[in-house]
């Protein structure tokens, strides 16, 4: 079992940056990939990011590409996201998720996580 507690979501203007924080328990952290993926109001969850066991490998969705980073401290069983340049269209909930059996790279191919953190909302206004 994974347990998955995101925070630092909030409201900011249009060009602002935001971190998201996500923090795991119950398996070892440093054994899985992590992902992010959000859903804005009336449309699907989609594809965010994803970043290695070790932070070796990152994927990107084409749209968060050079604006957002995301970065793992396996010491603090934490991941991270960094989203500058923000845009009104990032506005949506913001989740961290993994599938321990899975890459980060399967992630960014489509392989859906069996752990889901509750979520936290990102506005950006304009």
């Known amino acids: 079992q994974v347990q998955l507690v995101e925070s630092g979501g909030g409201l900011v203007q249009a060009g602002g940056s935001l971190r998201l924080s996500c923090a795991a328990s119950g398996r070892t952290f440093s054994s899985y990939p992590m992902g992010w993926f959000r859903q804005a109001p009336g449309k699907e969850r989609e594809f965010v990011g994803a970043?290695?066991?070790?932070?070796?490998?990152?994927y990107y969705a084409d749209s968060v590409k050079g604006r957002f980073t995301i970065s793992r401290d396996n010491a603090k069983n934490t991941v991270y996201l960094q989203m500058d340049s923000l845009k009104p269209e990032d506005t949506a909930v913001y989740y961290c998720?993994?599938?321990?059996?899975?890459?980060?790279?399967?992630?960014?191919?489509?392989?859906?996580?069996?752990?889901w953190g509750q979520g936290t909302q990102v506005t950006v206004s304009s």
């Open positions: 998720a993994t599938k321990p059996s899975a890459t980060a790279r399967a992630m960014y191919g489509g392989t859906i996580p069996d752990y």
């Open positions: 970043i290695s066991w070790n932070g070796g490998s990152t």
